[in-house]
């Protein structure tokens, strides 16, 4: 299991418990319209540890999805 900092569209932070496959995954997935998804928008420990301070950290979530690899 990995935890990870990632953004959300309002620029909050967001803990995430996931493993490398599910990752990977959401990084090459697409719609069923055959559209790419926006990828995750990581962040440092550094940047996660500002957003935390000024509220603005959710979590921790876990994401699991199925690979299609």
């Known amino acids: 299991m990995v935890e990870v900092y990632a953004r959300n ?3 909050h932070g ?4 996931s493993d ?10 697409k719609t069923a319209e055959g559209f790419k998804t ?8 550094k940047e ?4 935390s301070n000024k509220g603005r ?9 199925i690979s299609k690899l």
């Open 14 to 17: 967001i803990l995430l418990n």
């Open 38 to 45: 926006e990828s995750l928008r990581f962040v440092s420990y």
């Open 48 to 51: 996660a540890v500002k957003l």
């Open 20 to 29: 490398r496959f599910s990752l990977r995954c959401r990084q090459r997935a």
């Open 57 to 65: 950290l959710f979590g921790p979530f876990d994401f699991y999805t």
């Open 9 to 11: 569209i309002n620029n």
